[in-house]
């Protein structure tokens, strides 16, 4: 499976993650996901982890906004590039 992102390197971290109702696919190379996600999904594999502490509100926000900026939005045109 390819990276989402760039479609050139293997895809390392598969997540699905639910933000509220939606939820999302994340198929990504790790060079991509720490470029969309830097510390938040550093963050959110974290807080996956077994006994880890649960996100802080303010991490919650902010990764609900970089989770809908990063979606690809479903009334978009396709992107040629
Ligand atoms: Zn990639």
């Known amino acids: 499976m390819l990276c989402q992102r760039c479609g050139e390197r293997e895809a390392e971290i598969f997540q699905t993650q639910r933000v509220g109702d939606k939820l999302y696919d994340r198929d990504l190379c790790s060079a991509c996901a720490k470029l969309d996600y830097g510390v938040f999904l550093g963050a959110l594999l974290q ?26 939005s479903e009334d978009a045109p396709a992107r040629e590039d």
Request: aromatic share 0%; net charge negative; hydrophobic share 35%.
């Open 47 to 72: 807080s996956q982890a077994p006994g880890a502490a649960p996100l802080t509100e303010e991490d919650e926000r902010e990764l609900r906004r970089v989770l809908d900026q990063a979606a690809p």
